[in-house]
């Protein structure tokens, strides 16, 4: 079965289920986000198209970074700030400001658009007045990611300004809180991307498409 059909399956299954007219389940955002319909029908890495697969190898990596940068902040949780994990943190922003804010845009400008457009051919959008797809979804983490991450260097950069230990303390935390939040929030939408995204653009996407992909990323 397509992802697609399992999409609609989906929210088939969960109107009966609510007894109500809902269309808010989708691949994209299932009622277990690590869950989603057709999961197991994710295209491997090494069959997607150059384009796509460039796109999934550089969350591969992005990942690793994920990863560090948790470590980091339970370690400030449990020990407080060191110049080691400014350093680390550091790393980390960078990271956010000169590769995942830039592949987010790649995404936006190319990929999101012809994708939103055959998942609305497909049938695979809400049937609300204006048709949403699980692209929405999608936007709205990036959205969401540059929010979390300004919040979280606000906080960074406030905390190093208090002169009191329990306020600077207090801050830290924050600061550790919105960095967790923004940590998840990368994993599950790499998640979404890796695990429906692709395979859905593998499947929808035209060789004109994905010629057109090709020749606009470069
Ligand atoms: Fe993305
Ligand atoms: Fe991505």
Known sequence: MELVQLGRKAREEAKKENGCPTDDVSPFNPPDPYAPPGQDLSVPTEELHPVLRAFRLEHEAFIKQLDTVEQVLNHVLERGPSNAADEALGVFFQCV?????????????????LMALRLKEAGEHSQTPEAVTGIDVLRADHLHVVQL???????????????????????????????????????????????????????????EDLAHLEAELG
């Open 149 to 207: 991450s300004a919040v979280m260097l606000n906080f960074f950069g406030i905390a190093g300004r208090l002169p009191d230990r329990a306020s600077q303390r207090m801050v830290i935390e924050a600061g550790i809180r919105q960095g967790k939040a923004l940590v998840e929030l990368l994993r599950l939408h790499m998640f979404r991307e890796d695990e429906v995204l692709f395979s859905l653009a593998h499947k929808l996407l035209t060789a």
């Open 97 to 113: 400001e000169n590769e995942v804010l830039p592949h987010n845009r790649r995404e936006e400008e190319v990929l999101f658009p």
